[in-house]
Structure formats: C-alpha cells, structure tokens
C-alpha cells in the first residue's frame, strides 16, 4: 500500500492580497512560510519516507516543498517539477482583486469562476501581456514554458480543463510510482490538487464545489494495489 501526500503551498502574497494568483508566479507571505515550516513539521510526526516529490514550476509550490523536505530531512529525495501541476490559469482575472470581481460581475459569477467544474474565467489574449500590480510588473511567459507542447498552453481554464491537463502527468508518471509501492509527496496548488483529488477520490462534478483545499494543510491518502482510497486524512494543528 502506497502513501500520497499532496499539500497546498502556504499563503503567497496574492493570496495575502486576495488576487487571483493563477499561473502569475509570486511567493510565499511571511505567514505562508510559517505555514510550509508547520505543514513540514505535522508531517515529520508521521514517520512518512517519501521516494518521489513533485511540484509546479511556480515558485510559491516550490518554496512550500522544500520547507517542508527540510522540516522531515528528506531534502535528498528525488523531485520532478512540471507546469502541469501549476495552479490553474485563471485567464484575464489574474491579477484582479477578488472581492472588487464580485463587485463588478456579481458574487455568482465569480463563484462559479472559482468554484464551478466546467465554467471558463475570462481567456487571457495572449502570453505577450503581463501584469502589473503595485507597480510590479508580472511577465505571462517565460522560458520555463519553452517545453510546453505546440497549442497547449492555457489562455484560461476551468477546473474540468485543468484537470485534463494534470492527467496526463498523473497517469504517465505519479501514479507508476505509486503503483510500484513508492510513497509520493505533491507540493502545488489550491486547484490543481483540487483537480487531482476529484480524479483521486471519484468526487462528482456538482460535489466537487464544495471542496476547499487550505494552505500548508497535509493531505494523506492510503492507497490499495489499484490506487483507490483506503483512507484519507489531513493533518492540522488542532
Ligand atoms: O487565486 C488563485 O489562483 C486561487 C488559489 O489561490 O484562487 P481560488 O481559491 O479563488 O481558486
């Protein structure tokens, strides 16, 4: 039986701004830091020797996974990162202020932006654009999408879309390792692990809407020979 973990990165400082963060790449808050460390050290109490990490090419994942190998001393493991665990792109909303995109196209709306399983955000125009908030300017592409193939990078997605393109990496790579008995941890984000627990667990498109994933908050799956959930836990402080 193998054990996945997934984690949510701590707070970043768009989260602490309440902006859509999406594939624009910021760090972790000061209080996201003491998240990743605390997430590090509810995990070190398990005893869980991990052979695999993953995480996305987005620097707040990133950041989360290495406090938390540190806190439980397994910096040493092997790590894959992939844009196919980036956070989902939320389109021409990255950027805004959450509650002002409330304001302006009505707290349904951007519920079912945030929430739905299938409904789109607004599409981004093009990767030439960036973003500026507070003066600081956010490119929309870099070199580290250079190896994403022809047409497939996302101008804006839903979960159902976000979903299909964590699959692949899930099905071609997470999953061999767990269906070798090898203990995998995931550092990414609020929905593309909320993608992958729908995937994970059978959740329903409707039920799906329900699910929140906090930051810094261990997620742990025991998982039977054909990868199904024998249980499920999340560690927490309290
Ligand atoms: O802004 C984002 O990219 C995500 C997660 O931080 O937000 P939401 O929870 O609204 O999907």
Redesign the pocket.
Known sequence: MAKLVMIRHGQ?E??AKN????WIDTKLSPLGIEQAKEAGQLLSETGIEFDHAYTSVLTRAIETLDFVLFEIGQMWIPESKSWRLN??N?GALQGLN?ADAAKKWGDEQVHQW?RSYDVLPPLMDSYDEEVTVEGETYPSYDRRYADVPEGELPYGESLKVTLERVLPYWNDEISKKLLAGENVLIAA???SLRALAKHIEGISDDDIMGLEIANGQPIVYDLDDELKVVSKTILTKD
């Open positions: 970043s768009w989260n902006l859509f963060n999406g956070e989902r939320y959450k945030r984000h609020g929905n």
